[in-house]
């Protein structure tokens, strides 16, 4: 099991949000994110594939829960949220005033945290997403750093999940949690 958190810093609450993830075998921080967009119908996210390793660009979350998401302009996601492209575009924002929408390339980015166990302190992950490799306990954050300020990840709190194909997520995330807290009391 592992953690992903994904803090918009953007001044809607929730900022923070966290999922779980559970996985047999060998896993990497790109594996969980997309299983976790795929998983979640409220989240979404605009990755572009280098040859140096993977970006994230953008990343979304249906906040009101209204079943409606866009941004404009609109990247092309696919049906389980995920667009891929070479395109970023600083300026992308959300329809919906409500929904949560940061994307950066040249004006801010999302800044990548990693740490081994919930009682850990983050850190800049050395390794990019696709190359991290998960082990039992992890956690990693994400959080938008705008003008290239970055900070680790807020506190989260489990990301409401609305499908009931998904509802193992919203329990693992809320089970992590708990045990987060749990451990980290005297």
């Known amino acids: 099991r592992a953690a992903l958190v994904i803090d918009w810093a953007d001044g809607l609450g929730p900022e923070s949000l ?4 559970q996985w047999n075998g060998q896993a990497t921080g ?4 997309l299983a976790v967009v795929r998983a ?5 996210a605009h990755l572009g594939q280098y040859g140096w390793g993977t970006a994230v660009f953008g990343l979304g979350y249906d906040r ?3 079943g409606v998401f866009s941004v404009n302009p609109a990247p092309d996601f696919d ?9 970023p575009n600083d300026a992308r ?5 409500e929904d949560h929408w940061r994307e950066g390339w040249n004006t801010g980015f999302w800044a990548y945290y990693v740490k081994a166990s919930a009682d850990d302190p983050w850190t800049s992950s050395m ?3 696709a190359d991290r490799a998960l082990i039992a ?3 990693d954050g994400w959080r938008f750093a705008p003008g290239f300020a970055s900070v680790p990840p807020g506190v989260p709190v489990p990301a409401p999940v609305p499908e009931a194909s998904t509802g193992a997520l919203l329990l693992l995330g809320g089970g992590l949690l708990a045990w987060a807290r749990r451990r980290s009391s005297p």
């Not at 924002?93 to 005033?97: E, F, G, M, Q, S």
């Open 18 to 21: 966290l999922w779980g993830y």
């Open 30 to 33: 790109l594996d969980m994110l």
């Open 40 to 44: 979640d119908s409220r989240l979404f």
């Open 64 to 66: 009101n829960g209204n």
């Open 79 to 87: 049906a389980q949220g995920v667009a891929w492209s070479l395109s």
């Open 93 to 97: 924002a959300a329809v919906d005033p």
């Open 127 to 129: 390794v990019g997403v």
């Open 137 to 139: 306990g992890a956690w």
